[in-house]
């Protein structure tokens, strides 16, 4: 079964700081990974997604995340945060054959002024 | 392109009543869409995938005879929470996908039910 792991429940950074967003996946073949954002009230916005190819991905909103196939990570990051990114973030896998995507729980960036 | 609208964005209503929830593709033809509820702080739940011209396929623990699901077109899905009680209250967000990719899905701005 495909799983999706976000260490980090809450995470606090100040504005123009570099951010990154941990996402550790475990799926039985080649993932299709993705990172959402979520404004309070709102519904999921994707920033980027991996299907196959270069590694490292690029999104909106300045966002980009790296696949590690030998760390099965999928981290985001950022180099300058903005007040605006305070959100949620969901990491998320997709089962190619259903799919389905399996949700991380979700990290809280907080951005200080 | 690849919007996703919900209606109503929000409702409140009796218990036992029933609601009906929409979730609409507004630019693309959706073969599949999804039905997740969202507590409060927590992750996406998904409830069930909504084939249009199928019957809708419901996770496990999830009641289809509570919440009925009708995929009546390729752009139209439609959530009802039948007899809904308090613990029903929640966030329901659907996502629908361009018929040829299943797994990359657009979300609707999500409907915050709350049952009185």
């Known amino acids: 079964a495909q799983s999706v792991t976000q260490p980090d429940i809450h995470i606090t950074v100040s504005e123009g700081a570099s951010l990154e967003l941990r996402c550790n996946y475990s799926y039985g073949a080649t993932p299709y990974l993705f990172w959402y954002v979520q404004s309070p009230g709102q519904g999921l916005q994707l920033l980027l997604k991996?299907?196959?190819?270069?590694?490292l991905v690029q999104g909106i909103k300045g966002f980009e995340a790296e696949f590690k196939r030998s760390q099965s990570s999928f981290n985001l990051r950022k180099p300058s945060v903005h007040w605006s990114d305070a959100a949620e973030y969901f990491c998320?896998?997709?089962?190619?054959?259903?799919?389905?995507?399996?949700f991380g729980d979700g990290t809280t960036l907080t951005v200080k002024p | 392109g690849a919007v996703v609208s919900q209606h109503p964005s929000r409702v409140i209503c009796k218990s036992g009543t029933s609601v009906k929830i929409e979730c609409r593709s507004l630019?693309?033809?959706?073969?599949?869409m999804f039905w997740y509820r969202q507590f409060p702080k927590k992750s996406l739940m998904l409830m069930a995938t909504?084939?249009?011209?199928?019957?809708?396929?419901?996770e496990q623990g999830v009641e289809k005879d509570k919440f009925l699901i009708n995929h009546a077109s390729l752009t139209l899905s439609t959530l009802t929470v039948t007899s809904a009680h308090p613990e029903d209250s929640s966030f329901y967000i659907c996502?629908?996908?361009?018929?040829?990719?299943?797994?990359?899905?657009?979300f609707g701005p999500g409907t915050r039910l709350t049952v009185t």
């Open positions: 630019d693309f033809q959706a073969t599949t």
């Open positions: 909504s084939n249009e011209g199928s019957k809708a396929t419901y």
């Open positions: 991996y299907f196959s190819g270069d590694t």
């Open positions: 998320a896998v997709a089962n190619t054959n259903a799919g389905k995507s399996t």
């Open positions: 996502s629908a996908c361009p018929s040829a990719l299943v797994y990359e899905q657009y």
